[in-house]
């Protein structure tokens, strides 16, 4: 029962660098969710998908970009990474929208030089 | 713009004692209120949700409560854990034809010493 599966669970880039992050769900749920969070704040929303072939933007979306061609995959793509970008980022899923509980992965930590 | 703002940041309790965190939230139109447990390394996970109509939810030792005309809410511990160490986070979700959005606190950090 594996939940939300996040990889990879570490990377450090160089600036400029671009990468892909993935997260894959096999609870069937329709929304996926990509979160970063940095120290001393909340997690903060990236972008988020509300089924398959879906994507919309989060509270902070700039520098990333999203795809969610199967309905248990969602990926996060870095173009060109910042060293602002260093975070550790979050993926969860859920069955429904507000009012249904988040699942989270474990996380992926991200260091940019 | 919707906060959620928690309290304490940290706190430090010995084991078999209880303890209070608060929440304190501006989202509107408010729909529900999550509380999290995200242990160190790991993703947060759900561990009570109220609506406008409900003021208390437990779900073992741990009690929740909302006083939605204030906009506060409460997670309750009792008789402390060591597993219990780890950091709580309150989230405020928005109604539909509002912000989807939900606005997540910065947490409080939980340490229960033996």
């Known amino acids: 029962n594996a939940g939300v599966t996040q990889t990879p669970k570490f990377r450090v880039l160089k600036t400029g660098q671009s990468m892909t992050l993935l997260c894959a769900q096999d609870?069937?749920?329709?929304?996926m969710y990509w979160y970063r969070q940095d120290p001393g704040m909340g997690l903060r929303l990236i972008h988020y998908?509300?089924?398959?072939?879906?994507?919309a933007k989060g509270e902070v979306p700039d520098g990333y970009n999203v795809s969610r061609l199967k309905k248990q995959n969602f990926l996060l793509g870095l173009e060109s990474a910042a060293p602002s970008q260093t975070s550790v980022y979050f993926c969860?899923?859920?069955?429904?929208?507000?009012?249904?509980?988040?699942?989270f992965g474990d996380g992926t930590r991200l260091s940019i030089l | 713009k919707n906060q959620v703002e928690q309290s304490p940041q940290s706190l430090i309790i010995l084991e078999g004692k209880n303890c209070t965190l608060q929440c304190n939230y501006t989202v509107s139109p408010f729909s529900n209120l999550r509380w999290y447990k995200q242990d160190t390394g790991r993703g947060p996970v759900s561990l009570t949700i109220m609506t406008f109509s409900e003021n208390t939810k437990s779900n073992g030792r741990y009690t929740a409560t909302l006083d939605a005309d204030t906009k506060q809410s409460s997670l309750h511990i009792t008789a402390s854990q060591l597993s219990d160490s780890a950091s709580y986070i309150c989230?405020?979700?928005?109604?539909?034809?509002?912000?989807?959005?939900?606005?997540f606190g910065r947490g409080t950090s939980l340490i229960v010493h033996p």
């Open positions: 998908s509300v089924g398959e072939g879906t994507t």
């Open positions: 989230v405020v979700s928005a109604k539909p034809g509002g912000s989807y959005i939900p606005t």
């Open positions: 609870m069937n749920h329709e929304y």
């Open positions: 969860a899923s859920s069955y429904g929208g507000v009012g249904q509980p988040q699942h």
